[in-house]
């Protein structure tokens, strides 16, 4: 075994309570901001160890709660390292059809709608403001907080679902990495899907103007918005990151433009 993954050996024996299991490889799958990720094959299944890292914003205990109901997961500490059973599915196509995308929309209101998730914490909006400057773009966005909060309650949300969230296998769709959920505005999983898909700003336009009376340019500026906010406070060189800017600012520039 190489060394350099001495860490996650010694660490999924320690909690995995079957000495007839014998580590037959580990591989780095994921090494973002909020976590570094393994595949761990052994003699009998394959599993996933993740070494969490500390974020604002991220609530271990809500993500806990949330994989107690929705995965196989074998051990979680209070800092979120874990160990879980691997899935074997495929990331969600880039382009979907629109079966495919009324599919993902059911998965997501069934995560809504999970019971027994006792969680309080709501989406904090003012977390990253600082990191844009004041002008045109943040004056809306603030009167469009103050707006939504009038109109919408709030029910567990994602927050995090992009392509390498959603896996398919077959006909089933799983959602996974919960390190984000908190309770949100419950149009906030669908929105923030679409401005990370790879659908044009026209195409997300006409997708939810066309399914939801009541969703629109302004939502969609909204998340845009909150979502640059979010890219500026990253402290990350990575040319992942730089796009990912350069995609937020375009779609807030859009969206903001096509309000009236």
């Known amino acids: ?3 350099k993954y001495q860490k996650v050996v010694d660490f999924f024996y320690q909690h995995i309570n079957d000495k007839t299991i014998n580590i037959k490889s580990v591989k780095l799958i994921h090494h973002g901001l909020t976590n570094t990720s393994y595949l761990v094959k052994t003699n009998k299944a394959k599993y996933q160890v993740r070494f969490a890292n500390q974020y604002a914003g991220i609530n271990r205990e809500i993500e806990h709660s949330i994989l107690l109901q929705t995965s196989n997961l074998i051990y979680f500490d209070a800092t979120g390292n874990m160990i879980k059973e691997w899935i074997e599915a495929k990331t969600f196509t880039k382009h979907p059809s629109q079966v495919e995308l009324n599919n993902l929309f059911s ?7 999970l019971k027994d998730i006792s969680i309080t914490n709501k989406m904090d ?6 990191n844009n400057p004041k002008d045109i773009y943040q004056e809306h966005y603030l009167k469009l907080w103050s707006l939504f909060e009038q109109q919408y309650s709030y029910e567990l949300s994602h927050n995090d679902l ?14 996974i990495d919960y390190e984000w959920a908190t309770l949100n505005y419950p149009w906030f999983d669908y929105v923030y ?11 997300i336009l006409k997708e939810v103007t066309a399914k939801w009376n009541d969703i629109g340019a302004n939502h969609l500026f909204f998340v845009s918005y909150f979502c640059l906010s979010w890219i500026n406070s990253v402290n990350d060189s990575r ?7 350069r995609k937020y600012t375009k779609r807030v520039k859009y969206f903001y433009q096509n309000l009236h």
Request: without cysteine; charged residues 20%; aromatic residues 10%.
């Open 1 to 3: 075994m190489n060394h």
């Open 162 to 175: 992009t392509v390498k969230n959603i896996l398919m296998s077959k006909d089933n769709i799983t959602l």
């Open 239 to 245: 040319r992942k990151f730089k796009q990912l800017k």
């Open 107 to 113: 998965k997501i209101q069934e995560f809504h709608n």
């Open 125 to 130: 909006y003012h977390l990253y403001l600082n």
């Open 193 to 203: 899907y679409l401005i990370h898909s790879s659908l044009s700003h026209q195409a």
